[in-house]
């Protein structure tokens, strides 16, 4: 019941920034974990950030030091800033959360649609 919708991907030259939203409707009670996962071509999903509700953030280490994942609690979204970001092909950039419902009370996983991202050379 629990949706999440995400914004902002597109084509950005090396060292260009981007920011990513994702936004999360449905009959939330709260929302645990919030991070941002990608995808490329012919890969695996990764990680890339997560951000708890106590604060604690953990990045993939390939983009310490030029992502900064947050969240505003009161519009329920979550946010990734994307700097000094490299060349790259395209990767599909996924909303994640942990979340409980009126529906549930426990902690279940879900997943937004995709955004996709590409860095140019």
């Known amino acids: 019941q629990v949706q999440l919708v995400e914004s902002g991907g597109g084509l950005v030259q090396a060292g260009g920034s981007l920011r990513l939203s994702c936004a999360a409707s449905g009959p939330i009670l709260r929302l645990n974990v919030m991070g941002w996962y990608r995808q490329a071509r012919g890969k695996q999903r990764e990680l890339v950030a997560t951000l708890n509700s106590g604060g604690i953030t953990n990045y993939a280490d390939s983009v310490k030091g030029r992502f900064t994942i947050f969240r505003d609690n009161a519009k329920n979204t979550v946010y990734l800033d994307m700097n000094k970001l490299r060349p790259e092909g395209p990767a599909f950039y996924y909303c994640?959360?942990?979340?409980?419902?009126?529906?549930?009370?426990?902690?279940?996983?879900?997943w937004g649609q995709g955004t996709l991202v590409t860095v140019s050379s």
């Open positions: 994640n959360a942990m979340a409980s419902s009126t529906y549930c009370f426990c902690g279940m996983d879900y």
